[in-house]
């Protein structure tokens, strides 16, 4: 049953306001900075300048409004904000906005990045009072933290009204307020509650699974790609399932959704045409404007996408995005000790964009005469702009290939064109003032990371990638992880802080996996399993059999969060989910098979539902539903046949092996002098074969139905 309640104060205050207008106050006050200056992160350093009287979260700040019986503003947002800092700068730079603020109320500034748990609380407060949210996020609460307002992005002038008329109402008679913070606080618990959840009774079935798209494809833009609406997000995680889809159901639409999305990312202004790399949105439906931070996690995931895309439609295309964007990452994200800083500013100078866009004088100021044309033509460049200002964001109509037939030119003749006018530009654009850099190393985006040059390896066979990969799990082994299995969440300066939440050890934990998976080395899955054991002992609902997104020791906010929907990232426990599905094949460790199928069962009916909000639980299902291949892989060249194998895309296949039998699946399997390839399921094994190739037609003629499973496993 959906939370219901009639929060009546947020809308008198903005009436208020609106109508009667509020006090300006006008006195300027003069700062030399404030304690955000020794704080870690560089978003909340950014506001160390501000005459506000800042905190961060702790015992300090919670204890002062409760001493002084203030209510508390919880300002969120993230580096690469634009809008935070339009804010910023604005408002909080106001010493007419400060002295409200300082007078009246004790402010807390947060990185949501470094703090997702407070985020999604006050986000959680945000939507159910206004149905929407965004950052920067602004809630207000009672001193214990129940908040009872909360919205995104003010101007200084409607911020300062909102505020008076808060300090009145609490001052005065705050019995409403608290009646409304108790109403809300609850109703951010209660989309926790589990209780309505459709538990499956039965095991899922192929029908189940082929049935999801019944409810995806009306959401589908099937002409540029992603889902419908004004505003586009990659979600990277939403086209990986769908590529498996197609994989088990070999549904060509399901495909060709996949391919129109890559397509049209791949050439929209929402990936850097220049330099590579994709911003974080649109905000238009075509791909073609974007909101200019580039992330860390969208990279890592649409570089392992569209590696995966890529050994279904081995697109030169895809190829270049999957190379550029890694170049990116690590010419502008690397922090020289194997691991990724977070994210790069959508802001040069205040102006959103300004290091990425060109005016048609400045292409003509770094190009030859005659690459003007070339340029102009195949990036769509307009004389008076088109964006704003007279700048033009570069994008494309269509891929190389395409442009070569259309325009009758030779193609590789136009390739060596291009690129050389691209080099040009990306060195004239390096001289620009560049984005600043949000320069914390997160565990879970970095874990992201790592899977994304291992799915780049595999795709390209570049052993480079792999190298990189090691390099970031040796440094998020050597920086982030305690010899309990415990975690910190974000490091900078030489020191890891902030214990970590359910994403970093899920997607951590995952990486791991995964890195055992390719190179065969069993400490990699002995890690692993640490890190779920470590996830299940302190994190763990043992009611409902879901996550907490923070440790049960570690917990002293005003509700406690489960993350159960895929956004941006793949939630938490989906990704848990299937780390115990694979580490309980690979283990045969029947309560880690239990605990997943609970979690997928639990999530079923929201799933097929609605599979959009739910993609990386329905890889899960798929998995279930048509069931996993276990491919040991023994004996001296196991690694290298490994390699060959997982070149074909095999989403739903569980790998293992080396030169020991050091698993249970991999007992009695070991013969000397040669190296055999067993393909599996459900621990039934075919006879052992010797090439890469005989084993993937093996998977192949079982998976199309061409040969029934009694005829193929012995």
Known sequence: MAFKIKFILPFLILTLCTLAGCKNETEKELTKGNRLARANSPYLQEHA???????????????????????????????????????????????????????????????????????????????????????????????????????????????????????????????????????????????????????????????DYIALMEAWEPKFDTAKGGYRGEEKFPLPVSWDALLQYYYLTENEKALEMVKTTLDNLARGGIYD?????????????????????????????LISLYSKAYKVIPSEEYKNVIVETIQFVERELSNNEGGFYSSLNA??????????????????????????????????????????????????????????RREGVDYSKLQTSLNEARKKLLKQRQTRIQPSVDDKSL???????????????????????????????????????????????????????????????????????????????????TKANKIVDYAISNFRDDTSGMFYYTSKTNNNLVAQK?????????????????????????????????????????????????????????KLMGTNAFGAYEIAIVGHSAQQKNFQVQNEYLPTSIFMGGNEENLPLLENKLVEGETLIYVCQNKTCKYPVSLAEEAIEIIGKYHSGREESTNIWN
């Not at 700068?89 to 010493?95: H, I, L």
């Not at 460049?381 to 088109?386: K, L, R, T, V």
């Not at 990232?569 to 199928?597: C, D, R, W």
Request: net charge negative; with cysteine; charged share 25%.
């Open 443 to 525: 565990t879970s985006w970095n874990a992201l990371m790592i899977e994304a040059y291992l799915e780049a390896f595999l795709a390209l066979n570049n052993p480079e990638y792999l190298q990189r990969a090691i390099d970031g799990a040796n440094f998020l082994n050597e920086k982030m992880l305690s010899p309990d299995s415990s975690l910190w969440r974000s490091y900078k300066d030489g020191k890891g802080r902030i214990a970590a939440f359910l994403d970093d050890y899920a997607m951590l934990s995952q990486a791991y996996i995964h890195l055992y998976q390719i190179t065969l080395e069993k400490e990699w899955l």
């Open 347 to 404: 802001d040069t100078d205040g102006e959103e964009g300004k290091y990425y866009v060109w005016s048609l004088e400045e292409l003509r100021n770094t190009l030859a005469p005659s690459e003007i044309d070339l340029v102009t033509n195949y990036f769509n460049i307009e004389p008076y702009g088109n964006w704003e200002r007279g700048k033009n964001i570069l994008f494309r109509k269509s891929s190389m290939e395409e442009f070569a």
């Open 49 to 207: 300048d501000n005459p506000v009287d800042w905190y961060e979260w702790g015992p300090e700040a919670l204890e002062k409004a409760r001493e002084e019986d203030k209510p508390i503003i919880i300002s969120v947002g993230y580096a690469s904000c634009h809008w935070c800092h339009v804010m910023e700068r604005e408002s909080f730079m106001d010493s007419s906005v400060a002295k409200i603020m300082n007078r009246d109320f004790v402010s807390i500034k947060i990185d949501r990045e470094e703090r997702p748990d407070i985020d999604k609380i006050y986000m959680n407060a945000a939507q159910l009072l206004n149905g929407s949210g965004g950052w920067p996020l602004n809630a207000v609460t009672l001193p214990n933290g129940k908040p009872f307002f909360a919205g995104t992005y003010f101007p200084p002038e409607e911020w300062k009204n909102i505020l008076t008329q808060i300090a009145k109402a609490y001052k005065e008679n705050k019995e409403p307020l608290i009646k409304t913070a108790n109403a809300l606080t609850e109703g951010i618990k209660s989309t926790n509650k589990l209780g309505d959840l459709g538990m499956k009774q039965n095991k899922i079935s192929k029908d």
């Open 273 to 301: 045409q220049l330099g590579g790399g994709f911003s974080r949105y649109t905000t238009d439906p075509d791909w073609l404007i974007p909101h200019f931070e580039k992330m860390l996690y969208d990279n890592a995931q």
């Open 562 to 618: 489960m993350e159960l929907d895929d956004n941006v990232i793949p939630s938490s426990n989906s990704v848990m989910a299937k780390n115990l599905f694979i580490l309980g094949t690979l283990l045969e460790q029947e309560e880690y098979l239990k605990m997943s199928e609970k979690m997928m069962s639990q999530m079923y009916d929201l799933t097929m539902e609605d599979p959009s909000f739910y993609a990386n639980w329905t």
